[in-house]
């Protein structure tokens, strides 16, 4: 359009047709500025959209996954690759967007530079032109300004890739700072909880001398990255100056010999720019396009990671969920052993234990010594190394998986609440039965501290995203997680430590209730302090690994030259008196 307003003015056309041409091109570039407009906002809304999937997709793996794969290394060092890739030069996935929308502006700007150029190479001069012109209007310059300008992309796209290959491989010494940065940030200065250790330990200059020398290498990485780009940008510089001197010349030399007109200059400079600059972009992202497929296979690679549980058909029998259940569950380890994925030494040798429905079972034992390994087990969050766990004979992992889990309520040492209200997190759903959620924080010990809570159930655990959210004690935690698994109502109940954190009133008032909180379910229960698992039906001790007795509190503690009689005196010595 400039170039007809221009040749407009040169050959003297009218005021009205000039004034036409502005308006065409005024009305077409608000036009498409429009366009541009909207398609940018639908993209960064798309974007946004396609954010929430791609995290949604990885969430989803990772809580189907098998547990055992959570904890493998490969599929840590695949979460973390995409990770990496995605803060690599936003590849993968998102190489894919971006590399889609600027192609098709490439491919645009080819498509139109081309079909505008192409007539300057068609126009030769006459036959009685002299000196340079005659040179000009000859089809052999035309020939080697179009080679010109053919190398003059070919070294941008060298210098695109090489400068794009460097660029990643600096950016890839800088993953280990990201991790860092990301690992005092997040896990250590905006982690409230971690202010007290933060200030009795005095980790401030700890933290801030970490933080120092993760800049100062930072500091080093981003100078390698610009001194890498000033060297090629140098480069392609010089070539498209020399160029451009070259089309300048040529078009200018053509228009001054009357082959075309002013305003043509104008079009066929623009037109040559913007070809030389389209092709050289549209073959670099084809380039990066190439490479980026190794980054999306990361991805197909995460989402593929196999289940390699075996999950049976059976379904479980509710025998003793019944009202006249005959309450024949049993259930037997048979010569279980087990190492944990990635693990070089066994953490269960050689289990043998049998327990039916209805027993009260204590697990004690050293810390380290396969207590918690054996719950783990238990649940089928693993399966043994060696041996078989059975139900009622039948080896577990026959059983569907779900229903299998449907029967174990656990309270972990390590269990987690969250930042929703307190009902949700008793019961584990967002629509609960308000009245079992009460009975259940009251059997659990915490029907003191709920009834002074003015939201009751609705009350937000945490001040993440309620003001109004209540900080709990660890004591108050564990009796939450206790009301959880006493709210699930399974037919196995199984406490790891669970009153590790109780105060001592507290305590009291779970032992003395815990046949009622019990009832007739299965009850296993570890515990260092030995003193409360005296009620169990039997006790099975654990030593580095194995079962080394069972049996009653009195046979085990008669037994002077056992582990359990060891364990017993060294904490009853500060009670004899
Ligand atoms: N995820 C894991 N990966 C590798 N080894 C583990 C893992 N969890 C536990 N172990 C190892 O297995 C062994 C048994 O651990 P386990 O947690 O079962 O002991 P525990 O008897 O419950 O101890 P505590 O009384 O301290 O709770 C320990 O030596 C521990 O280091």
Redesign the pocket.
């Known amino acids: 359009m400039s170039a007809l307003i221009i040749d407009g003015i040169a050959e003297g056309e009218t005021f009205r047709q000039l004034i036409t041409l502005l308006v065409i091109t005024v009305l077409s570039q608000a036009g498409s500025s429009l366009v541009i407009r909207y398609m940018t906002s639908r993209y960064n809304t798309m974007r946004l959209e396609l954010n929430y999937h791609y995290e949604m997709a990885l969430s989803l793996k990772i809580i189907e996954m098998d547990y055992a794969s959570i904890?493998d290394p490969e599929t840590h060092r695949l979460r973390q690759k995409m990770d990496e890739v995605r803060n690599l030069n936003d590849g993968g996935i998102w190489r894919l967007i971006h590399s889609f929308q600027d192609m098709t502006k490439y491919l645009f700007g080819i498509v139109f530079s081309v079909s505008l150029t192409l007539s300057l190479f068609a126009t030769h001069g006459h036959s009685d032109m002299t000196g340079i012109y005659r040179w000009v209007g000859s089809p052999y310059f035309a020939i080697l300004l179009g080679l010109g300008i053919l190398a003059n992309v070919m070294l941008g796209m060298y210098a695109n890739a090489t400068t794009s290959q460097k660029f990643l491989r600096i950016l890839s010494e800088t993953i280990q700072i990201n991790r860092l940065f990301g690992y005092y940030m997040t896990n250590y200065l905006n982690a409230y909880h971690a202010g007290k250790d933060i200030r009795i330990y005095n980790q401030q200059k700890l933290i801030a001398s970490e933080a120092r020398t993760m800049f100062d290498n930072a500091g080093v990485t981003l100078n390698k990255m610009a001194r890498n780009e000033v060297k090629y940008a140098t480069m392609t510089t010089i070539s498209t100056v020399l160029i451009s001197t070259l089309i300048y010349l040529f078009v200018g030399l053509k228009a001054l010999a009357g082959m075309i007109s002013v305003g043509a200059i104008v079009r066929y400079v623009g037109s040559i720019n913007e070809f030389t600059g389209a092709f050289t972009n549209f073959m670099s992202q084809l380039a990066l396009l190439r490479e980026n497929n190794a980054n999306l296979k990361v991805y197909f690679d995460y989402l593929a990671l196999p289940s390699q549980m075996y999950q049976g058909t059976l379904p479980v029998e509710k025998r003793a969920m019944c009202l006249d259940g005959d309450n024949e569950y049993e259930i037997e380890f048979r010569n279980v052993s087990f190492k944990?994925p990635g693990?070089e030494e066994y953490?269960l040798r050689n289990l043998s234990l049998k327990f039916r429905v209805g027993e009260r079972l204590a697990v004690v034992?050293m810390?380290?010594?396969?207590?918690?390994?054996f719950i783990k087990l238990l649940c089928r969050l693993y399966d043994p190394t060696e041996g078989d766990i059975l139900l009622n004979g039948i080896n577990i992992t026959k059983y569907q998986y779900a229903e299998y889990m449907s029967i174990f309520s656990v309270v972990f040492?390590d269990f987690k609440l969250f930042s929703f209200g307190l009902g949700q997190n008793v019961a584990a759903t967002v629509d609960y039965d308000k009245a079992s959620v009460e009975a259940a924080v009251t059997e659990a010990g915490f029907g003191e501290r709920y009834g002074q809570l003015p939201d009751g159930t609705e009350t937000y655990l945490y001040k993440d995203f309620e003001e109004r959210g209540i900080e709990l004690s660890g004591g108050e935690e564990q009796k939450l997680a206790l009301a959880r698994a006493l709210y699930k109502d399974a037919p196995f109940i199984i406490l790891d430590e669970p009153t590790a954190a109780l105060d001592p009133v507290a305590e009291f008032e779970i032992y003395s209730k815990f046949n009622e909180i019990v009832g007739g379910k299965t009850a296993i229960y570890i515990s260092?302090r030995l003193s409360s698992c005296r009620f169990c039906d039997n006790i099975a001790v654990?030593h580095e690994?194995a079962l080394v007795q069972r049996g009653s509190h009195e046979a085990l503690v008669a037994d002077a030259d056992g582990k359990y009689h060891e364990l017993w005196n060294a904490q009853a010595q500060y009670y004899v008196d």
């Open positions: 904890e944990y693990s953490s034992g810390n380290g010594s396969g207590k918690t390994t040492q260092h654990f690994g």
